[in-house]
Protein backbone atom coordinates (compact mmCIF):
# COMPACT_ATOMS: atom_id res chain seq x y z
CA UNK A 1 0.00 0.00 0.00
CA UNK A 2 2.42 2.36 0.31
CA UNK A 3 4.81 1.70 -2.36
CA UNK A 4 1.69 2.86 -4.38
CA UNK A 5 1.09 5.95 -1.88
CA UNK A 6 4.98 6.62 -2.86
CA UNK A 7 4.81 6.66 -6.50
CA UNK A 8 1.52 8.55 -5.88
CA UNK A 9 2.80 11.69 -4.18
CA UNK A 10 5.94 11.32 -6.55
CA UNK A 11 3.29 11.87 -9.22
CA UNK A 12 1.84 14.92 -7.07
CA UNK A 13 4.73 16.80 -6.63
CA UNK A 14 5.92 16.64 -10.29
CA UNK A 15 2.41 17.83 -11.15
CA UNK A 16 2.11 20.41 -8.04
CA UNK A 17 -0.11 18.74 -6.03
CA UNK A 18 -3.83 19.97 -5.71
CA UNK A 19 -5.81 21.55 -3.12
CA UNK A 20 -8.39 19.25 -1.40
CA UNK A 21 -11.53 21.48 -0.29
CA UNK A 22 -12.29 20.62 3.81
CA UNK A 23 -13.76 17.24 4.37
CA UNK A 24 -17.82 17.20 4.43
CA UNK A 25 -19.24 16.92 8.14
CA UNK A 26 -19.92 12.84 8.13
CA UNK A 27 -24.18 12.49 8.61
CA UNK A 28 -24.16 8.61 9.67
CA UNK A 29 -22.99 6.97 12.51
CA UNK A 30 -19.44 5.70 12.49
CA UNK A 31 -17.61 2.33 13.38
CA UNK A 32 -13.94 2.37 14.19
CA UNK A 33 -13.32 0.92 10.71
CA UNK A 34 -15.18 4.45 8.91
CA UNK A 35 -12.94 6.20 11.52
CA UNK A 36 -9.59 4.58 10.38
CA UNK A 37 -10.45 4.82 6.82
CA UNK A 38 -11.36 8.66 7.41
CA UNK A 39 -8.26 8.88 9.58
CA UNK A 40 -5.88 7.84 6.51
CA UNK A 41 -7.56 10.02 4.12
CA UNK A 42 -7.67 13.13 6.39
CA UNK A 43 -5.36 13.36 9.21
CA UNK A 44 -3.10 16.29 8.89
CA UNK A 45 -0.68 14.20 10.82
CA UNK A 46 -0.84 11.81 8.02
CA UNK A 47 -0.99 14.51 5.32
CA UNK A 48 2.13 16.18 6.28
CA UNK A 49 3.55 12.58 6.39
CA UNK A 50 2.56 12.17 2.52
CA UNK A 51 4.49 15.63 2.13
CA UNK A 52 7.77 14.01 3.30
CA UNK A 53 7.41 10.96 0.98
CA UNK A 54 7.24 13.27 -1.68
CA UNK A 55 10.33 15.28 -0.32
CA UNK A 56 11.78 11.88 -0.53
CA UNK A 57 10.91 10.97 -3.87
CA UNK A 58 12.58 14.01 -4.67
CA UNK A 59 15.79 12.57 -3.19
CA UNK A 60 15.06 9.57 -4.50
CA UNK A 61 15.40 11.52 -8.55
CA UNK A 62 18.53 13.31 -7.09
CA UNK A 63 20.39 10.34 -6.25
CA UNK A 64 19.87 8.67 -9.19
CA UNK A 65 20.63 11.13 -11.43
CA UNK A 66 24.45 10.70 -11.40
CA UNK A 67 23.43 7.71 -13.58
CA UNK A 68 21.54 9.13 -16.55
CA UNK A 69 23.63 11.75 -19.17
CA UNK A 70 23.59 15.09 -19.13
CA UNK A 71 22.35 17.07 -22.29
CA UNK A 72 24.24 20.20 -21.92
CA UNK A 73 23.78 23.97 -24.13
CA UNK A 74 26.85 26.53 -24.17
CA UNK A 75 26.49 29.98 -26.16
CA UNK A 76 28.60 32.50 -26.01
CA UNK A 77 29.15 36.33 -27.62
CA UNK A 78 31.88 38.42 -27.30
CA UNK A 79 33.15 41.64 -28.81
CA UNK A 80 36.95 43.50 -28.39
CA UNK A 81 38.30 46.40 -29.25
CA UNK A 82 39.83 46.28 -32.61
CA UNK A 83 43.31 47.14 -31.01
CA UNK A 84 43.34 43.74 -29.39
CA UNK A 85 43.39 42.24 -32.26
CA UNK A 86 47.12 41.39 -33.94
CA UNK A 87 47.90 42.82 -37.29
CA UNK A 88 50.23 41.60 -39.30
CA UNK A 89 51.84 43.43 -42.77
CA UNK A 90 52.11 41.21 -45.62
CA UNK A 91 53.21 42.32 -49.22
CA UNK A 92 49.29 41.99 -49.58
CA UNK A 93 48.48 44.32 -47.11
CA UNK A 94 47.80 44.44 -43.31
CA UNK A 95 46.26 40.82 -41.93
CA UNK A 96 44.03 40.62 -38.86
CA UNK A 97 44.47 37.72 -36.91
CA UNK A 98 41.09 37.35 -35.21
CA UNK A 99 37.68 38.91 -35.29
CA UNK A 100 36.25 42.11 -33.07
CA UNK A 101 33.16 39.98 -32.27
CA UNK A 102 32.68 36.05 -32.20
CA UNK A 103 30.61 33.82 -31.13
CA UNK A 104 29.75 30.12 -30.56
CA UNK A 105 26.54 27.46 -29.73
CA UNK A 106 26.66 23.99 -28.89
CA UNK A 107 25.13 20.85 -27.52
CA UNK A 108 26.34 18.02 -25.41
CA UNK A 109 25.57 15.16 -24.24
CA UNK A 110 27.75 13.95 -21.27
CA UNK A 111 27.72 10.16 -19.70
CA UNK A 112 29.77 9.44 -16.36
CA UNK A 113 31.36 6.15 -16.83
CA UNK A 114 33.42 5.82 -13.81
CA UNK A 115 33.03 7.91 -10.52
CA UNK A 116 35.19 5.42 -7.92
CA UNK A 117 32.04 3.63 -7.01
CA UNK A 118 29.80 6.35 -6.52
CA UNK A 119 27.46 5.05 -10.04
CA UNK A 120 26.51 1.99 -8.36
CA UNK A 121 25.95 2.95 -4.51
CA UNK A 122 23.82 5.89 -5.96
CA UNK A 123 21.19 2.92 -7.55
CA UNK A 124 21.75 1.37 -3.67
CA UNK A 125 21.16 4.87 -2.16
CA UNK A 126 17.97 5.47 -4.08
CA UNK A 127 16.51 1.97 -2.61
CA UNK A 128 17.44 2.24 0.74
CA UNK A 129 15.81 6.27 0.51
CA UNK A 130 12.92 4.94 -1.28
CA UNK A 131 12.44 1.94 1.87
CA UNK A 132 13.04 4.32 4.49
CA UNK A 133 10.52 7.11 3.30
CA UNK A 134 7.87 4.21 3.33
CA UNK A 135 8.51 2.56 6.68
CA UNK A 136 8.69 5.99 8.20
CA UNK A 137 5.09 7.24 6.95
CA UNK A 138 3.82 3.75 7.60
CA UNK A 139 5.35 4.66 11.63
CA UNK A 140 2.93 7.47 11.31
CA UNK A 141 0.16 5.66 9.92
CA UNK A 142 0.21 3.18 12.78
CA UNK A 143 0.82 5.97 15.36
CA UNK A 144 -2.71 7.61 13.81
CA UNK A 145 -4.31 4.75 13.80
CA UNK A 146 -3.50 4.14 17.49
CA UNK A 147 -4.40 7.69 18.50
CA UNK A 148 -7.73 6.53 16.60
CA UNK A 149 -8.56 3.74 18.36
CA UNK A 150 -7.71 5.21 21.94
CA UNK A 151 -10.19 8.13 21.09
CA UNK A 152 -12.91 6.22 19.98
CA UNK A 153 -12.80 3.44 22.32
CA UNK A 154 -12.56 6.59 25.51
CA UNK A 155 -15.92 8.31 23.74
CA UNK A 156 -17.60 5.11 23.92
CA UNK A 157 -16.59 4.61 27.57
CA UNK A 158 -17.84 7.78 28.30
CA UNK A 159 -21.26 7.05 25.91
CA UNK A 160 -21.86 3.42 28.12
CA UNK A 161 -20.81 5.71 31.18
CA UNK A 162 -23.95 8.37 30.39
CA UNK A 163 -26.38 5.23 30.07
CA UNK A 164 -25.65 3.97 33.61
CA UNK A 165 -25.19 6.54 35.17
CA UNK A 166 -28.59 7.71 33.12
CA UNK A 167 -29.92 3.93 34.36
CA UNK A 168 -28.79 4.80 38.32
CA UNK A 169 -30.58 8.57 38.29
CA UNK A 170 -33.85 6.92 37.45
CA UNK A 171 -33.63 4.33 40.03
CA UNK A 172 -33.14 6.78 42.33
CA UNK A 173 -35.56 9.30 40.78
CA UNK A 174 -37.82 6.39 41.83
CA UNK A 175 -36.94 5.63 44.94
CA UNK A 176 -37.19 8.79 45.97
CA UNK A 177 -40.89 9.17 44.69
CA UNK A 178 -41.32 5.65 46.63
CA UNK A 179 -40.23 6.73 49.57
CA UNK A 180 -42.17 10.28 49.00
CA UNK A 181 -45.52 8.51 48.59
CA UNK A 182 -44.94 5.85 51.65
CA UNK A 183 -44.04 9.17 53.69
CA UNK A 184 -47.20 10.75 52.65
CA UNK A 185 -49.07 7.40 53.49
CA UNK A 186 -47.07 7.66 56.95
CA UNK A 187 -45.69 4.43 56.58
CA UNK A 188 -41.89 5.60 56.54
CA UNK A 189 -40.42 8.80 58.28
CA UNK A 190 -39.09 11.96 56.73
CA UNK A 191 -35.33 10.35 57.45
CA UNK A 192 -36.25 7.86 54.13
CA UNK A 193 -36.98 10.69 51.84
CA UNK A 194 -33.95 12.92 52.52
CA UNK A 195 -32.01 9.29 52.22
CA UNK A 196 -33.46 9.04 48.79
CA UNK A 197 -32.99 13.06 47.96
CA UNK A 198 -29.17 12.90 49.14
CA UNK A 199 -28.45 10.02 47.12
CA UNK A 200 -30.19 11.23 43.58
CA UNK A 201 -28.38 14.60 44.33
CA UNK A 202 -24.83 12.15 44.99
CA UNK A 203 -25.68 10.77 41.37
CA UNK A 204 -26.37 13.75 39.13
CA UNK A 205 -22.53 15.05 39.20
CA UNK A 206 -21.21 11.27 37.70
CA UNK A 207 -23.69 11.98 34.48
CA UNK A 208 -22.46 15.46 34.53
CA UNK A 209 -18.97 14.26 33.89
CA UNK A 210 -20.05 11.71 31.63
CA UNK A 211 -21.45 13.76 29.28
CA UNK A 212 -19.06 15.79 29.66
CA UNK A 213 -16.49 13.30 28.68
CA UNK A 214 -18.62 12.30 25.98
CA UNK A 215 -18.68 15.84 24.45
CA UNK A 216 -14.61 15.80 24.69
CA UNK A 217 -14.33 12.30 23.48
CA UNK A 218 -16.29 13.32 20.16
CA UNK A 219 -13.93 17.02 20.30
CA UNK A 220 -10.53 14.98 20.23
CA UNK A 221 -11.83 12.19 17.67
CA UNK A 222 -13.59 15.02 15.42
CA UNK A 223 -10.05 16.18 15.20
CA UNK A 224 -7.83 13.18 14.46
CA UNK A 225 -10.31 12.28 11.80
CA UNK A 226 -9.37 15.49 10.06
CA UNK A 227 -12.56 17.50 10.69
CA UNK A 228 -12.73 20.84 11.85
CA UNK A 229 -16.02 21.71 14.17
CA UNK A 230 -18.18 23.94 12.68
CA UNK A 231 -18.14 27.17 14.35
CA UNK A 232 -21.60 27.44 14.67
CA UNK A 233 -22.27 24.64 16.65
CA UNK A 234 -21.74 25.57 20.08
CA UNK A 235 -23.55 22.50 22.04
CA UNK A 236 -22.47 19.25 21.23
CA UNK A 237 -20.62 17.98 18.41
CA UNK A 238 -22.94 16.36 15.73
CA UNK A 239 -20.45 13.03 15.71
CA UNK A 240 -21.91 9.39 16.27
CA UNK A 241 -20.31 6.06 16.68
CA UNK A 242 -22.24 2.59 15.97
CA UNK A 243 -19.76 0.22 17.79
CA UNK A 244 -20.43 -0.74 21.40
CA UNK A 245 -17.86 -1.86 23.96
CA UNK A 246 -16.87 -4.89 23.07
CA UNK A 247 -14.17 -7.38 24.27
CA UNK A 248 -13.09 -9.48 20.90
CA UNK A 249 -10.66 -12.08 21.52
CA UNK A 250 -7.04 -12.40 21.14
CA UNK A 251 -4.39 -14.55 21.98
CA UNK A 252 -0.44 -14.40 21.35
CA UNK A 253 2.57 -15.84 23.28
CA UNK A 254 5.12 -13.47 24.68
CA UNK A 255 7.77 -15.05 22.58
CA UNK A 256 5.89 -14.60 18.95
CA UNK A 257 5.34 -11.32 19.97
CA UNK A 258 8.54 -10.52 20.53
CA UNK A 259 9.60 -11.89 17.35
CA UNK A 260 6.62 -10.61 15.28
CA UNK A 261 8.11 -6.83 16.76
CA UNK A 262 11.58 -7.32 15.50
CA UNK A 263 10.29 -8.69 12.12
CA UNK A 264 7.35 -6.04 11.59
CA UNK A 265 8.09 -3.09 13.59
CA UNK A 266 8.47 0.06 10.75
CA UNK A 267 10.75 1.88 13.19
CA UNK A 268 13.34 -0.93 12.59
CA UNK A 269 12.67 -1.30 8.90
CA UNK A 270 13.34 2.43 8.84
CA UNK A 271 16.25 2.11 10.93
CA UNK A 272 17.86 -0.88 9.05
CA UNK A 273 17.33 1.26 5.78
CA UNK A 274 18.86 4.57 7.34
CA UNK A 275 21.86 2.39 8.58
CA UNK A 276 22.29 0.70 4.82
CA UNK A 277 22.47 4.56 3.30
CA UNK A 278 24.92 5.76 5.42
CA UNK A 279 27.11 2.82 4.81
CA UNK A 280 26.73 3.73 1.08
CA UNK A 281 27.63 7.26 2.48
CA UNK A 282 30.92 5.67 3.28
CA UNK A 283 31.77 4.24 -0.35
CA UNK A 284 30.72 7.85 -1.89
CA UNK A 285 32.95 9.73 0.45
CA UNK A 286 35.72 7.12 -0.62
CA UNK A 287 35.02 7.91 -4.06
CA UNK A 288 36.75 11.21 -3.61
CA UNK A 289 39.97 9.43 -3.87
CA UNK A 290 39.58 8.04 -7.10
CA UNK A 291 39.34 9.26 -10.64
CA UNK A 292 36.11 9.74 -12.59
CA UNK A 293 35.72 9.40 -16.60
CA UNK A 294 33.20 10.91 -18.71
CA UNK A 295 32.21 10.38 -22.05
CA UNK A 296 30.85 13.02 -24.09
CA UNK A 297 29.61 13.91 -27.93
CA UNK A 298 28.39 17.14 -28.83
CA UNK A 299 27.37 19.59 -32.49
CA UNK A 300 28.85 23.12 -32.59
CA UNK A 301 28.93 26.24 -34.56
CA UNK A 302 30.87 29.05 -34.06
CA UNK A 303 31.92 32.35 -36.10
CA UNK A 304 34.41 31.87 -38.74
CA UNK A 305 38.03 33.27 -37.77
CA UNK A 306 38.57 34.84 -41.42
CA UNK A 307 34.69 35.27 -41.95
CA UNK A 308 33.66 38.60 -43.55
CA UNK A 309 30.45 38.96 -41.93
CA UNK A 310 28.87 37.91 -38.20
CA UNK A 311 26.81 35.17 -39.74
CA UNK A 312 29.41 33.61 -41.57
CA UNK A 313 30.03 30.48 -39.16
CA UNK A 314 31.95 27.06 -38.87
CA UNK A 315 30.29 24.13 -37.95
CA UNK A 316 30.68 20.02 -37.11
CA UNK A 317 30.37 17.31 -34.72
CA UNK A 318 32.87 16.75 -31.70
CA UNK A 319 33.38 13.84 -29.26
CA UNK A 320 35.60 12.31 -27.02
CA UNK A 321 36.44 11.50 -23.61
CA UNK A 322 37.41 13.61 -20.09
CA UNK A 323 38.89 12.31 -17.02
CA UNK A 324 39.69 14.04 -13.51
CA UNK A 325 41.93 12.66 -10.56
CA UNK A 326 42.24 14.70 -7.28
CA UNK A 327 45.49 13.20 -6.58
CA UNK A 328 45.67 15.85 -3.02
CA UNK A 329 42.83 18.07 -1.73
CA UNK A 330 44.35 18.78 1.45
CA UNK A 331 42.54 15.57 3.25
CA UNK A 332 39.07 16.81 2.46
CA UNK A 333 38.19 13.32 1.19
CA UNK A 334 39.70 11.98 4.24
CA UNK A 335 37.53 13.80 6.28
CA UNK A 336 34.68 13.29 4.65
CA UNK A 337 35.51 9.12 5.29
CA UNK A 338 35.82 9.34 8.84
CA UNK A 339 32.23 11.66 9.17
CA UNK A 340 30.74 8.51 7.37
CA UNK A 341 32.15 6.12 9.21
CA UNK A 342 31.03 7.56 12.30
CA UNK A 343 27.48 8.02 11.28
CA UNK A 344 27.51 4.28 9.95
CA UNK A 345 28.56 2.86 13.23
CA UNK A 346 25.93 5.54 15.29
CA UNK A 347 23.21 4.15 13.17
CA UNK A 348 24.16 0.59 14.52
CA UNK A 349 24.52 1.72 17.78
CA UNK A 350 20.78 3.28 17.59
CA UNK A 351 19.61 0.37 15.04
CA UNK A 352 20.53 -1.96 18.83
CA UNK A 353 19.42 0.49 20.75
CA UNK A 354 16.08 0.97 19.14
CA UNK A 355 15.67 -3.30 19.29
CA UNK A 356 16.26 -3.27 23.02
CA UNK A 357 13.74 -1.15 23.50
CA UNK A 358 10.87 -1.83 21.38
CA UNK A 359 11.22 -5.55 23.85
CA UNK A 360 11.16 -3.69 26.58
CA UNK A 361 8.01 -1.95 25.10
CA UNK A 362 6.46 -5.60 24.14
CA UNK A 363 6.95 -6.91 27.01
CA UNK A 364 5.32 -4.13 29.09
CA UNK A 365 2.59 -4.15 26.85
CA UNK A 366 1.75 -7.86 26.87
CA UNK A 367 2.18 -7.75 30.80
CA UNK A 368 -0.97 -4.87 30.73
CA UNK A 369 -3.12 -6.76 27.92
CA UNK A 370 -2.61 -9.92 30.33
CA UNK A 371 -3.59 -7.78 33.64
CA UNK A 372 -6.96 -6.26 31.42
CA UNK A 373 -7.64 -10.03 30.28
CA UNK A 374 -7.66 -10.90 34.00
CA UNK A 375 -9.51 -7.98 35.41
CA UNK A 376 -12.00 -8.25 32.26
CA UNK A 377 -12.94 -12.07 33.33
CA UNK A 378 -13.25 -11.07 37.00
CA UNK A 379 -15.97 -8.79 35.89
CA UNK A 380 -18.20 -10.87 33.57
CA UNK A 381 -21.04 -11.81 36.02
CA UNK A 382 -20.68 -8.96 38.26
CA UNK A 383 -23.71 -6.67 36.70
CA UNK A 384 -26.12 -10.06 36.44
CA UNK A 385 -25.15 -10.72 40.15
CA UNK A 386 -26.03 -7.06 41.32
CA UNK A 387 -29.32 -6.70 39.13
CA UNK A 388 -30.35 -9.88 40.93
CA UNK A 389 -29.72 -8.03 44.49
CA UNK A 390 -31.45 -4.72 43.63
CA UNK A 391 -33.97 -7.33 42.44
CA UNK A 392 -34.13 -9.03 45.98
CA UNK A 393 -33.53 -6.05 48.13
CA UNK A 394 -36.64 -4.04 46.19
CA UNK A 395 -39.05 -7.17 46.59
CA UNK A 396 -38.17 -7.41 50.10
CA UNK A 397 -38.21 -3.87 50.40
CA UNK A 398 -41.90 -4.05 49.52
CA UNK A 399 -42.62 -7.31 51.47
CA UNK A 400 -41.14 -5.30 54.55
CA UNK A 401 -38.70 -7.74 55.30
CA UNK A 402 -36.14 -5.37 54.07
CA UNK A 403 -34.88 -1.90 54.46
CA UNK A 404 -34.12 1.34 52.39
CA UNK A 405 -30.51 0.89 53.18
CA UNK A 406 -30.51 -2.09 51.81
CA UNK A 407 -32.29 -1.24 48.40
CA UNK A 408 -29.53 2.15 47.94
CA UNK A 409 -26.54 -0.16 48.87
CA UNK A 410 -27.66 -2.75 46.40
CA UNK A 411 -28.28 0.86 43.31
CA UNK A 412 -25.23 1.54 44.25
CA UNK A 413 -23.21 -1.84 44.05
CA UNK A 414 -25.24 -1.73 40.47
CA UNK A 415 -23.86 1.29 39.19
CA UNK A 416 -20.21 0.50 40.51
CA UNK A 417 -20.40 -2.88 39.03
CA UNK A 418 -21.67 -1.55 35.50
CA UNK A 419 -18.84 1.19 35.65
CA UNK A 420 -16.30 -1.27 36.80
CA UNK A 421 -16.87 -3.44 33.53
CA UNK A 422 -17.18 -0.72 31.34
CA UNK A 423 -13.59 0.19 32.49
CA UNK A 424 -12.66 -3.03 32.33
CA UNK A 425 -13.62 -3.57 28.66
CA UNK A 426 -11.88 -0.19 27.65
CA UNK A 427 -8.99 -1.02 29.55
CA UNK A 428 -8.67 -4.34 27.39
CA UNK A 429 -8.97 -2.60 24.68
CA UNK A 430 -7.03 -0.03 25.15
CA UNK A 431 -4.24 -2.77 26.52
CA UNK A 432 -5.25 -4.33 22.81
CA UNK A 433 -4.61 -1.88 20.97
CA UNK A 434 -0.83 -0.78 22.53
CA UNK A 435 -0.11 -4.48 22.27
CA UNK A 436 -0.96 -4.64 18.33
CA UNK A 437 0.65 -1.50 17.90
CA UNK A 438 4.32 -2.68 19.89
CA UNK A 439 3.87 -6.27 17.80
CA UNK A 440 3.78 -3.91 14.62
CA UNK A 441 1.24 -5.34 12.86
CA UNK A 442 -1.37 -2.70 11.48
CA UNK A 443 -3.97 -4.78 10.35
CA UNK A 444 -5.50 -6.84 13.61
CA UNK A 445 -8.86 -4.88 14.58
CA UNK A 446 -9.28 -2.88 11.51
Not at 128 to 136: H, P
Amino acid sequence: MCLAVLGAVADGAESGGTNMPPPLWPERPLTLADCLNLAEAQNSGLAAAKKDLEASAGVVIQTRAILLPKVQITGNFTAVDDATLDVADTPLGQFDFGQTETWNVGVRVVQSIYEGGRMGSALRSARMVKEMAVQQYQTALLETFLDVRLSYYGALLALEQIGVQEASVKLLERELLDNQRRFDAGSVPRFNVLRAEVELANAKPRLIRARNAWRNGKTLLAHLLGYRVPDQVTEDIPLLLSDRLNAPPFDIDLGRALALAQEQRTELKALRASEKLRREGVVTARAGQKPSLQAFAGYGTRRAIFGDSLDSQLHGWNAGVQATWNVWDGRQTRGRVVEAQALAEQSEIQLEDLSRRISVEVRTAYSNFLEAQEVLASQKKVVEQANEALRLATARSEAGSGTQLDVLSAQTALTEAATTQNLATHDYLVALARLQRAVGNAEIGK
